[in-house]
């Protein structure tokens, strides 16, 4: 779950790091009434959306208090803002970040992650901020610092310290950023975050502030806290997948036509390479998981029967928990209650499975059963151009 | 010896007395694993189709000699469970749950690694060995047969999908074995190459990896740098998967320029290793490759 700018700053205000003074506005008159208040010259509108990007993209307006400060904000709020992280059909705009606008002697990257290869907490700095960490890692690797945290030990006061002297020479300064780095790790630590970023930390005259923030909690770890659902903005999550998570299953929407239903991401993610090997294009990945019921098979069925861009739906299933019958059962109560006549290309191996064949057989349902896995790719893709296939 | 479990593996199952826990349990024990005792606290006495259960992991160790431990205890309290097994002196943990807080598989795996025992998984099918009748995970027994390939994966059902393949196409594995989905797990491709390289019944591997971190760019270099000498194939899944999206496996996120499909291609390629596009085809692959390497 991610969070939005203002949310991921008012954990650090919170707990002492600064940000900038500002509000969150929902409406344009509200903007206005925000920025005069700041009693500064210059501020920043910033559209509050779960994307990076957001300046290039025309959401983020700098604007002295002369200008129409209203109508730039009802010109972006309400907005749909397409970044080149959010796909072509962007994300909602319904929240605008109204902040002063400071001075700026120096950009700082810092951002906490979990390494994958070390299993420790890992705090990254460098003195290139303002850049995506992925750019900085590609163009001026040396200029990224790191700690590991030892998971028993935990952030020591040296290590921060260590870290802020690499950013800075300042001693007032490296006391700040010192603090900064000990904040952030502890938000990570303590809200189970998958990533927890200040890009840029500004340093401005004696002091250090968080210009953006970027927060983002771990699933898994929810259940752990689950005062931050209050925080989850349904609007920036596409509905197709926030339903699917609702029924346990794994879902993510792609661009083309043909709907798929797998069991496990691995496979899943293969089905979805071997069709478009075969120049097919799917529209999403479905993982019914492991230990899926008849009724998840069904609900799984019913979400790409919804998308009405799937001109073919491929079942690629190898049953070990999930029994091929079950996945059958399951399919069968979808189609039947839809009332779909979509053509559906089925391949099932595995547990159970001659129970499965038997049941889509029986159904009489527009179902073709496919035993070979290539082929069953390579038909699904000429049913969706509308080709003849042979066979 | 197949690698990290055989024949003498003493087994016992953590959740023994869950529905899950209990399933897999005898499905082992059916394919011929030794499974010598469950732990469910305040069920010891009891026993789960003949296997006793007891308390705690250190009476399990105690009463039965157990070595190789098979962990079924939901997400939200997964982590203890492992550091029971490691005081009790179990070797092999193979922790099957999916979705354990990772800063939680973070803190068990340091001290897993500290005591120098091996984790496997979490988010895992876990491992089978053929050769040895010894099964200590959830996949289904029979597509697998005894013969001389190592299979290695990120993944599940995949490999579930490779074995089948092997198996039809006349190559038996020695040992295959699921890292594990979640971005936080116990062994690394390397790790496992390593204890195939020692194994004298493996003569090839298969590697299934997918997007995301760079276990496979590991892989690559340690195969480059002359520490796995056999033939080996691999196949990457994800090649079309967008960025930053979550698919499935937690593991999977590619961000920017690192984990992409196309640049774990890139490296074990310039590794030697032969990867396969369409994954129908690896079946066939390897058995060139053994065919090739037997002349």
Not at chain 1, 45 to 63: D, E, I, T, Y
Not at chain 2, 81 to 96: N, Q, S, T
Request: proline fraction near 4%; glycine fraction near 12%; aromatic fraction near 4%.
């Amino acid at each position: 779950m991610n969070l939005h700018e203002f949310q991921s700053k008012e954990l650090l205000a919170a707990r002492g790091v600064a940000v900038p003074r500002g509000s969150v506005c929902y409406d344009p008159l509200e903007t206005l009434i925000a920025a005069r208040r700041l009693k500064c010259d210059i501020v920043v509108l910033k559209a509050q959306v779960h994307s990076g990007g957001r300046g290039k993209a025309g959401g983020v307006a700098v604007m002295s208090l002369e200008e129409d400060i209203r109508g730039k904000a009802s010109e972006i709020l309400g907005k749909r803002l397409v970044t080149n992280q959010t796909g072509p059909q962007g994300k909602p705009v319904s929240a605008l970040l109204v902040e002063e606008v400071l001075q700026v002697d120096k950009e700082i990257y810092l951002g906490v992650v979990l390494d994958r290869k070390t299993g420790k907490v890992t705090i990254m700095a460098s003195p290139a901020g303002g850049m995506d960490i992925e750019e900085i890692a590609k163009t001026q690797p040396e200029k990224i610092y790191t700690i590991a945290v030892d998971p028993l030990r935990g952030l020591t006061g040296y290590q921060a310290r260590a870290l802020a002297y690499r950013l800075t020479d300042d001693n007032g300064i490296a006391g700040q950023i010192s603090h900064v780095i000990t904040t952030l790790y502890q938000i990570f630590v303590s809200y189970d975050c998958s990533l927890a970023e200040i890009n840029p930390l500004v340093i401005s005259g004696d002091k250090v502030y968080a210009l953006d923030a970027k927060i983002n909690l771990d699933d898994h770890a929810l259940f752990r806290h689950p005062e931050m659902e209050l925080w989850r903005d349904r609007s920036q999550e596409d509905q197709l997948e926030l339903s699917a998570r609702k029924d346990g299953l794994s879902y993510i929407k792609l661009d083309g036509d043909i709907g798929c239903i797998v069991n496990g991401a691995g496979l899943a993610m293969a089905t979805l390479d071997l069709i478009s090997l075969h120049g097919g294009s799917p529209a999403n990945f479905l993982d019914v998981g492991g230990g899926a019921s008849e009724q998840v098979v069904a609900d799984a069925m019913s979400i790409l029967l919804d998308d009405r861009r799937v001109k073919a739906v491929f079942i690629n299933i190898f049953g070990g928990i999930l029994r091929c019958d079950v996945l059958a059962r399951g399919v069968i109560k979808a189609l039947k209650q839809n009332r779909v006549e979509l053509p559906v290309i089925v391949r099932i191996e595995g547990t159970n499975i001659e129970e499965g064949r038997r049941l889509f057989e029986e159904s009489q349902l527009p179902i073709r059963m496919i035993g070979s896995l290539d082929d069953a790719a390579r038909i699904v893709v000429e049913t969706a151009k509308g080709l003849k296939t042979a066979g | 010896m197949a690698i990290l479990v055989n024949r003498n593996s003493r087994v016992i199952c953590q959740g023994i007395t869950g529905r899950n826990g209990k399933f897999h349990s005898l499905a082992c024990k059916a394919y011929g694993t030794n499974m010598v005792g469950g732990v469910t606290p305040g069920k010891q006495g009891e026993s789960v189709d003949g296997i006793p259960v007891f308390n705690t992991v250190l009476n399990a160790v105690n009463e039965t000699g157990a070595d190789t431990s098979l962990i079924f205890i939901p997400a939200a309290h997964a982590k203890e469970p492992i550091l029971e097994a490691v005081d009790a002196g179990i070797k092999v943990i193979v922790c099957i749950t999916e979705g354990i807080p990772p800063l939680d598989t973070a803190s068990a795996l340091h001290t897993v690694r500290e005591e120098g025992r091996y984790l496997i998984g979490p988010n895992t099918p876990g491992i089978i060995s053929p050769p040895e009748k010894c099964k200590v995970g959830i996949m289904p027994g029979y597509i697998h047969s005894p013969g001389p390939v190592g299979v290695v994966s990120r993944s599940g059902t995949l490999t579930y999908e490779v074995v089948d393949q092997l198996t039809k196409h006349g190559l038996g594995q020695s040992t295959c074995l699921g890292l594990g989905g979640d971005p936080v797990v116990g062994m690394s491709f390397v790790d496992v190459l390593k204890l195939f390289q020692e194994d004298p019944e493996t003569e090839a591997v298969v590697l299934i990896g997918e997007i995301g971190g760079s276990a496979e760019e590991e892989a690559a270099e340690f195969i480059k740098s002359g520490g796995f000498t056999k033939p080996a194939a691999a196949y990457i899944a994800g090649r079309l998967a967008p960025p930053g999206k979550r698919m499935g496996h937690a593991g999977a996120i590619i961000s920017g320029g690192t984990g992409t499909a196309h640049e774990k291609i890139k490296a074990l390629e310039a590794a030697g290793v032969t990867v396969v596009e369409n994954i129908t085809r690896v079946g066939e692959v390897m058995r060139d490759l053994l065919a090739q390497s037997a002349r």
